[in-house]
């Protein structure tokens, strides 16, 4: 097998306070200087700065640092690269521009005092922004150095707030289109730690918040949603665009004081300080999970790279602290599968062995996995990993249920952490073709004998909701069935209105009886056993598998296509099913996807609904009608009856920064029912929709 390391963005929800695992890997950089600050301009070149004029370049995304010429040795406050080609230095002594390979101050440019210490800087759009204090001066001044792309502008920001002085300490930019908010952080002379929203356009305060603590770092996602990074070793967020802050602390006891705070979507974000006090959430900060690093250092930055690795949306997070200290995130990987390969409709468990492996919590974003084609982004829900449970950071055991008819051939195998760091195992799985070695027949289900399968193409026959199943196994000549090895299982699987529900039971060995009418025995007999799933009551579609191992694990398995049993105890018919074609975009900017059914019958409203992949939320609703309906979108029923184009504009998504995994949910509203489904890519910017098989 051949493993990709990658570190992935899948489906995040809950993480609780508790979780604690050392999966910082530190990186050699050559230098003992404290480190102050990292950033990467792509996915493999970097830039660490620090102590006494350190300054450290790497092109293999950290896996070695070699000097960065051209600067002084001052101590080097901050890197960061709007581009692969335009970056800026800053110093306590100048201000640096670099285009990767050579450097040249501009500090010497800026209308500030001699002296200036250049500290923090940003960008968003075209703006790029540094502030600098000088104590040179009486009394002391704070600098906001701006450029959109011309000359620089410096404006003096000593007295911002009316009636005192104020110290910047960083700054921090983000906006909407045009709109761009700078926030910019420090004291006041009086000692007040403070937060201020500035509007440079008009050189005016929009707001000011105050701290208990210094605030030491600023992150904003969004003009609404932002975090704060305090000396007390809390963290501070708004969702308000900072007109009212909450305490969203991520560790149950004192800790020493927060450095740095990234955060890649509205939710999903780190933070870091002294001590090596280092925490991750994936819910917007009301619950964390914490690592523990090790050796403990002061980490005095964090940074962390949305990437597009040509399969899914991931990020690369990076730390820096004392002592020469750089740390990249560490994702799992996968060593073998075993089983490695497995028949078409088996149904068991696999032990998978491998590194860094973590643990869930109770309530915490479980560890996951989950097969995946070749060269595709989307599941294999033919290939479910019903359950991923953890046993040491070493292994873990998927439960697995292969359907049937599964296409034969390899399959990925994805495994992603609590804190989503995840690694895609290639061609870790292979199905193969089911024999005929063994064969189930003569099922039974409620004391109706079925001699063969029954397909959706046949009229629907109503199960109840714990129906009593029997059925007959035969082994082929030369294999032998025993009561210390068969394996018998009853599947169901039914659609709950959001996503496919499999339940598997298995039999047990009171409910088989072998015939030893023949030696080795080749038959058995699955009777009296009863389905305890509790099927739902409301004649929607279920689709059941009867299956039998014999002892040298071949499998056999039936299927059947049936309908749950109503509330009022007649025969229900069965529910239109429905695929999609690709979803796609056009050149005017509009999105559509076409929805047709198997049995011919639209319904007369279609609700389509995009979830985001990343954080849950609902990114588009609207309910699309045959005829015209207030507030409802117009279907096109083209040429062909059963077949539908619902058609949407890119200006109906709500934005998000991050590019992200989402799915498209189809529903008949009359019935809240799902017809289909279909996974989008969305990218930032033009928010264009690409299909995603």
């Known amino acids: 097998m051949k493993s990709k390391i990658i570190t992935l963005l899948i489906a995040l929800s809950i993480v609780l306070t508790g979780t604690s695992w050392a999966n910082w890997v530190t990186q050699e950089t050559g230098t003992t200087q404290n480190i102050n600050s990292i950033f990467f301009a792509s996915n493999t070149v970097g830039y660490a700065v620090g102590n006494s004029g350190a300054a450290l370049k790497s092109i293999n995304g950290g896996t070695t640092w070699s000097n960065f010429g051209g600067l002084s040795a001052s101590t080097i406050n901050d890197v960061f690269f709007p581009g692969v080609t335009e970056g800026y230095f800053l110093?306590?002594?100048?201000?640096?521009?670099?285009?990767?390979?050579?450097?040249?101050?501009?500090?010497?440019?800026?209308?500030?005092?001699?002296?200036?210490?250049?500290?923090?800087?940003?960008?968003?759009?075209?703006?790029?922004?540094?502030?600098?204090?000088?104590?040179?001066?009486?009394?002391?001044?704070?600098?906001?150095?701006?450029?959109?792309?011309?000359?620089?502008?410096?404006?003096?920001?000593?007295?911002?707030?009316?009636?005192?002085?104020?110290?910047?300490?960083?700054?921090?930019?983000?906006?909407?289109?045009?709109?761009?908010?700078?926030?910019?952080?420090?004291?006041?002379?009086?000692?007040?730690?403070?937060?201020?929203?500035?509007?440079t356009s008009t050189s005016t305060v929009r707001s000011v918040s105050y701290f208990a603590a210094v605030v030491n770092d600023l992150f904003f996602y969004d003009r609404l949603n932002g975090f704060i990074a305090l000396a007390d070793g809390t963290v501070s967020k708004t969702t308000t665009g900072g007109t009212g802050w909450t305490n969203v602390d991520p560790f149950s006891s004192a800790s020493g004081p927060l450095n740095a705070i990234y955060f890649i979507t509205k939710d999903f974000g780190w933070t870091a300080g002294d001590g090596g006090t280092i925490a991750y959430t994936t819910n917007g900060g009301t619950h964390w999970g914490i690592y523990d690093l090790s050796p403990t250092t002061n980490v005095r930055d964090i940074f962390v790279r949305l990437v597009y690795p040509g399969e899914l949306a991931g990020v690369y997070a990076y730390m820096c602290g004392d002592g020469g200290r750089v740390y990249r995130l560490r994702s799992p990987s996968v060593t073998a599968l075993n089983p490695n390969s497995q028949y078409q409709g088996w149904i068991g468990t696999i032990e998978v062995t491998g590194v860094d492996f973590m643990p869930s919590a109770a309530g915490t974003n479980p560890l996951q996995s989950a097969f995946i084609k070749p060269g595709e982004t989307a599941f294999d829900y033919n290939v479910d990993v019903r359950s991923t449970t953890y046993e040491t950071s070493s292994k873990i055991i998927l439960n697995v249920f292969i359907d049937p008819s599964s296409e034969t051939g390899v399959r990925d195998l994805l495994v992603t952490n609590p804190d989503s760091t995840a690694t895609r195992d290639v061609s870790a799985l292979t199905v193969?073709?089911?024999?005929?070695?063994?064969?189930?027949?003569?099922?039974?289900?409620?004391?109706?004998?079925?001699?063969?399968?029954?397909?959706?193409?046949?009229?629907?026959?109503?199960?109840?909701?714990?129906?009593?199943?029997?059925?007959?196994?035969?082994?082929?000549?030369?294999?032998?069935?025993?009561?210390?090895?068969?394996?018998?299982?009853?599947?169901?699987?039914?659609?709950?209105?959001?996503?496919?529900?499999?339940?598997?039971?298995?039999?047990?060995?009171?409910?088989?009886?072998?015939?030893?009418?023949?030696?080795?025995?080749?038959?058995?007999?699955?009777?009296?056993?009863?389905?305890?799933?509790?099927?739902?009551?409301?004649?929607?579609?279920?689709?059941?598998?009867?299956?039998?191992?014999d002892d040298s694990a071949h499998v056999g398995i039936i299927r059947y296509d049936l309908v749950t049993e109503s509330t009022g105890g007649s025969t229900a018919?069965?529910?239109?099913?429905?695929?999609?074609?690709?979803?796609?975009?056009?050149?005017?900017?509009?999105?559509?996807?076409?929805?047709?059914?198997?049995?011919?019958?639209?319904?007369?409203?279609?609700?389509?609904?995009?979830?985001?992949?990343?954080?849950?939320?609902?990114?588009?609703?609207?309910?699309?009608?045959?005829?015209?309906?207030?507030?409802?979108?117009?279907?096109?029923?083209?040429?062909?009856?059963?077949?539908?184009?619902?058609?949407?504009?890119?200006?109906?998504?709500?934005?998000?920064?991050?590019?992200?995994?989402?799915?498209?949910?189809?529903?008949?509203?009359?019935?809240?029912?799902?017809?289909?489904?279909?996974?989008?890519?969305?990218i930032p910017g033009t928010m264009l929709q690409h299909h995603l098989p």
Not at 120 to 140: D, E, F, L, N, W
Not at 498 to 507: G, P, Q
Not at 620 to 628: D, Q, V
Request: a neutral charge; aromatic letters at 8%.
């Open 91 to 199: 110093t306590t002594k100048e201000a640096y521009q670099s285009n990767g390979t050579t450097v040249t101050e501009i500090g010497s440019g800026f209308a500030v005092a001699a002296g200036t210490d250049f500290l923090r800087g940003s960008v968003y759009g075209a703006r790029r922004s540094i502030v600098g204090y000088s104590s040179a001066t009486s009394p002391a001044t704070s600098y906001l150095m701006t450029t959109d792309g011309a000359g620089w502008t410096t404006t003096n920001i000593t007295n911002l707030i009316l009636g005192t002085g104020f110290t910047v300490r960083g700054v921090f930019t983000t906006g909407e289109g045009t709109s761009i908010d700078t926030w910019l952080w420090g004291e006041t002379l009086t000692g007040s730690h403070c937060a201020i929203n500035y509007d």
């Open 432 to 549: 193969v073709a089911r024999t005929n070695d063994v064969t189930i027949s003569r099922v039974n289900i409620n004391g109706n004998i079925y001699p063969e399968a029954l397909y959706s193409s046949l009229p629907a026959t109503t199960v109840t909701s714990n129906p009593l199943i029997g059925y007959e196994i035969n082994a082929s000549a030369g294999n032998q069935l025993s009561l210390a090895k068969i394996k018998c299982k009853v599947v169901a699987r039914y659609n709950d209105g959001t996503d496919v529900v499999t339940i598997i039971e298995d039999v047990p060995a009171s409910n088989i009886t072998i015939d030893g009418s023949t030696f080795p025995p080749t038959r058995a007999t699955v009777s009296g056993f009863r389905f305890n799933a509790n099927l739902p009551r409301d004649g929607r579609a279920v689709t059941m598998f009867f299956y039998a191992e």
């Open 573 to 682: 018919v069965e529910e239109t099913r429905a695929i999609t074609t690709p979803i796609e975009i056009d050149g005017g900017g509009n999105f559509y996807a076409t929805i047709w059914t198997r049995n011919g019958t639209l319904p007369p409203r279609i609700e389509w609904i995009i979830v985001s992949g990343v954080t849950g939320q609902v990114l588009y609703r609207k309910t699309h009608s045959l005829s015209r309906i207030a507030g409802a979108g117009i279907m096109d029923v083209s040429t062909r009856a059963d077949r539908v184009r619902l058609t949407a504009s890119v200006t109906d998504l709500r934005h998000d920064k991050g590019a992200q995994i989402a799915k498209a949910y189809f529903f008949d509203p009359a019935t809240g029912k799902k017809l289909t489904t279909a996974s989008m890519l969305l």
